[in-house]
């Protein structure tokens, strides 16, 4: 079966096809292979299949194959690319099948990251201009083909609905009798895209394509593939990060029914078996003791005093405008403040898991991932293997956020796997998954400004000190102390500031790994940034709108935002006692977004966010069902955080194991959220991380405005709110 088969039987399985039948049938001989591997963009004449580029695969049966370079995993990329790929080609989305793109970064790298990656909200910003314009290089060439056809002038014929039409005459000619033609036409090097009046899909609300296999139980994630023979192994690793197996008493494991071999790794241990419950039972059995390491006494106020003891010093200019520490002294009011924000697990929904078959000569892995290059490069240098003996099968994610852009989780499974003998599925507990995450960055935040007479800022210094991220991911875009994503949100602010100073210190926290979490750098900035901004205005005795308002005069896009969420939130208008509204105003990937939350605070100490007004302008919008949707997502994941996330450490060892320890923004907790769009046709921002970075902030602010008490560290302590109310 090959992919775009499995996508036809996930979109409309057959009355007789079971999920288990359909999942055993899609997961094993071969299934998922990739079928696109092309090593030129054109081609296809000996088959009569149009492939005019990476991207598009047209048949003589006229089935329209979109070979997707990015992947899902909740977000909607599955349906708003294809959205412009068949704007351009003049059919229906329905007359769209995707394949995932096998790992080939010369083809389809993403033009933003430079490596074939899906994440930091620019799935729809890398494909907007390339994606557009394979559709347009199809839809030109088939208008060609079949105006050679007919012996008339390309420009008296159009594409439409599948099909060239000669408008004249009233002749049609369906894509599929035109590929073997087009097949055989050159590629044209510059063709002109639609113009955005003439716009069909773009902009309307489609309705997710991933829907309906998705409610029906049809979608394959990667914990859901079975390859023939398959058995189930789950693990436990150093509870402490650096440290080593010391000694393994298996007797008992491999006495419990089902449980089939036990594999003893340098730093973790796994039980392989029949099936789950096996695996886990055995795990249990297991007589384990660990040698903890270096780390063995860490603490989160370890990690914390270094950081604060990094933000005394100076650190690598971010940004510099103007001379604040000379504008600084003469100002009538200055203001000190130090934020703090914990470390965060990523907790998706599906833990981590990794399905692998490693044979003597070759390696075959199924996986749901955010960067598959890494996975089959990873997996290769494990095994000591070329790179093409390493088939990488992508499946939909059941929660991305960052996290299945590494690729630990390949190389930890394929570790075990090359001591089994056959295929062998991974699952991480929920336990497993928390206790052993790569970790959004413990940050600590040292900020002071200055105000006039009229309250208005003079001078602003920001030292923050945290782990960097790029540095580890891409060492390349690490330049002079400095990286885009630890700095975005913290400098080129949407205000008019005179004098005004930021700086970083890279400071790894010791054995804890940090990686990308929704949002990742703005998540952080923009809580400190917009809280402090709401620490100005509360010195300077105004209105935090108003406020912001007047500092944004050379910022249309940005003041147009906030007034608008200002607008439909009712700022200023009455609230019951203990209820504030908060405001929010960010520039990050991208978009210009601003948020008012609603909260009510109990007497307890509790907060309940009741209401959430977002105003956004992300340039053209593609999918505005998706945007919405992204905005609702993005607004629980950060009020999740703000409420509830934080990941600390206590002995070498994370306190938190599952959704009790936790703990995740539940159905009954949710606000409403309303989404109000400006679409000003410029090119499109990136939303999926938007949406998480700025409500923290707005959710502080509104606690600030209920009970006058500043929140300057995250997750909000209810203890703290308890003794003012």
């Known amino acids: 079966m090959t992919t775009t088969e499995a996508r036809a039987v996930a979109a409309d399985p057959p009355a007789h096809l079971s999920r288990r039948k359909f999942l055993a049938s899609a997961a094993g001989g071969g299934a998922f292979m990739l079928g696109l591997r092309l090593s030129v963009a054109h081609g296809g004449e000996s088959t009569g299949t149009f492939t005019p580029n990476a991207f598009i695969r ?34 229906g989305l329905d007359q769209v099948r995707l394949e995932h793109a096998p ?33 347009a290089i199809a839809r030109t060439m088939l208008i060609a083909a079949a105006a050679k056809q007919w012996n008339v002038e390309p420009a008296s014929c159009r594409a439409e609905n599948g099909e060239v039409l000669h408008t004249s005459s009233g002749r049609r000619i369906k894509y599929g009798a ?46 859901d593939v079975r390859p023939q023979g398959v058995k189930i192994a789950t693990l436990a690793q150093s509870p402490v990060f650096g440290g080593h197996l010391k000694s393994v008493n298996d007797t008992a494991a491999l006495a419990v029914k089902g449980v089939r071999q036990v594999v003893k790794l340098e730093d973790a241990v796994a039980v392989v078996a029949d099936h789950m ?65 914990p470390f965060l697990a990523h907790a998706a929904m ?26 089959q490069a990873g997996a290769a240098k494990t095994l000591g293997l070329p790179l093409d003996n390493v088939v990488v099968h992508n499946h939909l994610l059941g929660g991305g956020f960052g996290r299945r852009l590494e690729e630990d989780g390949v190389i930890r499974a394929v570790q075990i796997a090359r001591h089994v003998d056959g295929p062998v599925k991974i699952v991480w507990t929920r336990e497993e998954d928390i ?56 400098i080129d602010l949407t205000y008019g500031l005179p004098n005004f100073r930021a700086e970083f210190s890279r400071v790894e926290p010791p054995g804890i790994p940090t990686a990308f979490w929704r949002s990742v750098g703005p998540s952080h900035t923009v809580f400190v940034v917009e809280s402090f901004m709401d620490e100005l205005a509360a010195a300077a005795k105004q209105d935090p709108v108003t406020y912001r308002l007047a500092l944004l005069d050379k910022n249309p896009r940005a003041k147009a935002v906030l007034a608008l969420a200002a607008q439909k939130a009712g700022w200023g208008g009455a609230l019951p006692t203990g209820s504030g509204r908060g405001v929010a105003l960010q520039h990050v990937f991208g978009s210009y977004m601003a948020y008012v939350a609603e909260v009510e605070v109990a007497k307890n100490g509790t907060v309940r966010v009741r209401r959430v007004v977002c105003a956004l302008d992300c340039g053209t919008v593609i999918n505005s069902d998706t945007v919405k949707a992204q905005v609702e997502s993005g607004a629980m994941f950060g009020i999740t955080a703000a409420l509830y996330g934080e990941i600390t450490l206590k002995d070498g060892r994370v306190e938190q194991g599952n959704f009790d ?61 308890k003794q003012i109310t």
């Open 58 to 91: 047209i048949g003589g049966d006229g089935q329209i194959v979109l070979t997707m370079p990015y992947v899902e995993m909740g977000q909607g990329t599955y349906t708003s690319i294809p959205m412009l790929i068949a704007e351009e080609l003049e059919v």
């Open 103 to 135: 790992p080939n970064e010369k083809l389809y790298a993403n033009p933003m990251l430079g490596e074939q990656a899906t994440g930091n909200s620019n799935a729809i910003r890398g494909a907007w201009k390339p994606l557009r314009e394979a559709g």
């Open 178 to 223: 035109l590929a073997a033609d087009a097949a055989r036409m050159a590629v044209p090097a510059n063709v002109a895209v639609k113009d955005r009046k003439d716009f069909r899909l773009i902009g309307t609300p489609a309705k997710r394509l991933d829907t309906p296999a998705k409610v029906n139980g049809t979608a394959i994630y990667g914990i």
């Open 277 to 341: 419950g096996a695996a886990k039972k055995g795990l249990e059995a297991l007589v384990v003791e660990w040698d903890d390491g270096p780390y063995a006494k860490l603490s989160t106020a370890d990690v914390a005093a270094e950081l604060e003891k990094a933000t005394l010093g100076s650190g690598a200019v971010a940004q510099n405008i103007g001379d604040a520490d000379r504008a600084m002294p003469g100002t009538a009011t200055k203001i000190d403040a130090i934020y703090q924000m």
């Open 350 to 375: 599906e833990p981590m898991n990794c399905t692998v078959h490693v044979r003597k000569d070759g390696c075959e892995i199924w996986v749901g991932t955010q960067a598959i290059v890494r996975c």
């Open 435 to 490: 206790r052993h995450d790569m970790y959004r960055p413990y940050w600590f935040d040292r900020l002071s400004a200055g105000l006039d007479e009229k309250g208005r800022p003079v001078a602003w210094v920001h030292r923050f000190a945290g782990s960097s991220v790029i540095a580890r991911y891409i060492p390349a875009a690490f330049k002079d102390g400095l990286d885009p994503d630890s700095t975005e949100g913290a």
């Open 661 to 721: 320890t936790y703990q995740i923004l539940r159905m009954n907790e949710a606000p409403a959220v309303e989404v109000h769009v400006i679409n000003n046709g410029d090119a499109p921002g990136g939303l999926g991380e938007a949406g998480t970075s700025l409500i923290v902030p707005a959710v502080a602010n509104a606690i600030f405005a209920a009970t006058g008490k500043r929140l300057r560290k995250m997750p909000i302590d209810q203890a703290v709110l």
